[in-house]
């Protein structure tokens, strides 16, 4: 069924028409705005919080073909870039997915992903499989 909106998507930039479009769809990402808040100030959420810098991280953009970061994330929910709650996991876990690819899990930059990934999925799965960490 499509749903009838009486705004002309014509004349309108692309970030207004998604945020007409979000709307139309009644997407909710208010868990996905509190899991990255808790992601943002975690204790090992230093190396992510900013895209990597490849002048700083030689070889990264050869190895890592999608970079993603915490404030990329950020900005794409502010400014409406994820329809689906989804879309914002595959982004956690593309940051947590490249980490593990660059580095060596025993080294400071992976210990750091590793704990961090711990930590997301066991938020998520509090707003999105109703399991209580009680309950482990």
């Known amino acids: 069924m499509a749903v009838v909106s009486h705004y002309s998507s014509e004349g ?4 207004k028409r998604r945020r ?3 709307r ?24 992510f919080l900013e895209p990597v810098n490849p002048r700083l991280v030689p070889g990264y953009r ?11 994330m950020r900005e794409k929910l502010l400014t409406g870039g994820y329809f689906s709650c989804e879309e914002f ?15 060596e899990d025993d080294s400071e930059v992976g210990k ?3 704990s961090l990934r711990k930590f997301y999925e066991s938020r998520w799965a509090e ?3 109703g399991t209580e960490p009680a309950d482990r």
């Open 89 to 103: 996991a595959a982004d956690a876990l593309l940051v947590f997915d490249n980490c593990q690819t660059f580095n």
């Open 20 to 22: 007409i479009s979000m």
């Open 24 to 47: 139309n769809h009644n997407v909710d990402l208010t868990s996905c705005e509190i899991i990255l808040m808790e992601m943002e100030s975690h204790e090992d959420a230093w190396p």
């Open 127 to 129: 707003f999105y499989q």
């Open 112 to 114: 750091a992903g590793l």
């Open 12 to 15: 309108l930039s692309p970030l």
């Open 62 to 72: 050869k190895i890592i073909k999608n970079p993603m970061d915490l404030s990329t």
